[in-house]
């Protein structure tokens, strides 16, 4: 991708109503703006697979842009902010700031523009693999991990940090567990290990880590045949950290488990197949496991393509084979059964998904086919989950999307 700024393929989400269907009225927009005039606006980012260039998402249609990626199909990592994005394409990762100020009654009266749209920023770095973690960027690069904080992104030159000075060639990019005590979770290959500073603190077997989920006090990691648990406890009077590992026994094939986090739950699935786990902490720390084979659990009938948490509520949202919409809560329990009745005939390899706060957008190539799903007022009514809105894609080669929206800093979502 260029490293110069560009215009990026960004779109008000007015027009797709993803404030909720309650602001569709204009004395409801009215209100809402009185209420919240510096609030920043949604855009949605989109990649396709059959082409380096860029497009837009805009009422139902994309338009393409000038601007391109290194690469067909990039795919997006949202911070945990919600605010930036890392676009991996080939060997090349650039950063995004997706969201911009609404403008305040001062700027309207003079008739000035009071937001910045997003942009590609000039920054840019050489990657195999980008995650977020803790209020920033990692990425890995020939056996070492980069950080590069979010409120760096926007300087000219922004300042990085290595994971670490050891002599450690890392299989994964590293994760930082807390910044105070210089604490990290470094992956040599053997195991997973956790420093602080130089001195090592714990480590846990994991030889070839694939995916990760991370809240404030779990990491929850597939590493070879085998999925782990670390819960990390600071001593309120002394600042120091214990840490409990253990092997999680889960349903199908853990190497291939992809998990998502956000707030303090995280939740994994085996794509194409009906495997699933919530994982969380009790208010006693203890690790408490829901699998999809619970009994008590919902239990899918078709493949699960892929699952997001709303920022907002937690919720966990899933799109299944044959247009399946399924909201679950952090018991496994169903909340909401959606049918996309324009999907029945697509597959795991048709949907793309991408979730903001009280919303998701759903896209089909195979039917060419929108979804945007969002929930009525109160948020806490599960039976206000509904489309919203269905629209025709037009094309068949959608590859990754991501929402921009402003989340909750403490939520600590580290999407992977």
């Not at 989109?46 to 199909?73: F, H, I, M």
């Not at 930082?176 to 480590?203: C, P, R």
Request: glycine share 6%.
């Amino acid at each position: 991708m260029k490293q110069s700024n560009q215009n990026l393929i960004w779109v008000s989400i007015a027009t797709l109503a993803l404030a909720g269907c309650g602001s569709s009225s204009n004395n409801s927009k009215q209100a809402d703006t009185d209420d919240h005039d510096h609030e920043h606006e949604h855009s949605i980012l989109v990649s396709q697979s059959t082409t380096d260039t860029l497009s837009l998402l805009e009422e139902g249609e994309l338009e393409s842009l000038d601007d391109s990626a290194a690469g067909n199909g990039a795919s997006f990592v949202l911070g945990e902010t919600g605010a930036y994005a890392a676009v991996l394409s080939n060997t090349t990762v650039n950063f995004v700031h997706g969201l911009h100020e609404e403008e305040d009654e001062a700027h309207e009266e003079e008739g000035d523009e009071a937001h910045e749209e997003a942009h590609v920023l000039d920054f840019s770095l050489t990657a195999s693999k980008v995650i977020t973690t803790n209020g920033h960027f990692a990425v890995l690069d020939a056996g070492s991990t980069t950080f590069v904080a979010y409120d760096e992104l926007e300087k000219e030159t922004p300042e990085t940090e290595n994971a670490s000075s050891l002599s450690v060639v890392e299989t994964y990019p590293a994760l930082i567990l807390e910044e105070e005590h210089d604490l990290k979770l470094l992956f040599n290959g053997t195991n997973a290990v956790a420093y602080e500073g130089a001195t090592q603190e714990h480590s846990f077997a994991c030889a070839t880590p694939t995916h990760h989920g991370q809240t404030s006090e779990l990491i929850v990691v597939s590493c070879g045949n085998q999925a782990s648990a670390l819960i990390i406890e600071e001593n309120e009077t002394t600042g120091e950290h214990t840490f409990t590992d253990s092997a999680l026994t889960l349903d199908g094939t853990a190497t291939n488990y992809v998990w998502r986090a956000q707030g303090h739950v995280v939740v994994g699935f085996e794509p194409n197949t009906k495997n699933y786990a919530v994982i969380e902490l009790d208010d006693s720390e203890n690790l408490v496991v829901v699998k999809g084979s619970d009994a008590s659990a919902f239990a899918f009938t078709q493949n699960i393509c892929e699952i997001k948490l709303d920022s907002e509520s937690q919720d966990i949202l899933a799109v299944s084979a044959a247009g399946n919409f399924t909201v679950l809560n952090h018991e496994g329990e169903k909340l909401k059964a959606i049918t996309l009745d324009e999907s029945a005939a697509s597959d795991c390899d048709d949907f793309v998904m991408a979730s903001a706060s009280k919303t998701a957008l759903v896209l089909d190539n195979r039917a060419q086919k929108g979804y945007e799903i969002d929930v009525d007022e109160p948020t806490t009514n599960p039976n206000g989950y509904h489309v919203h809105e269905r629209f025709n894609l037009g094309v068949s080669d959608i590859s990754d999307m991501v929402i921009f929206h402003e989340k909750d800093e403490d939520d600590h979502n580290h999407d992977h």
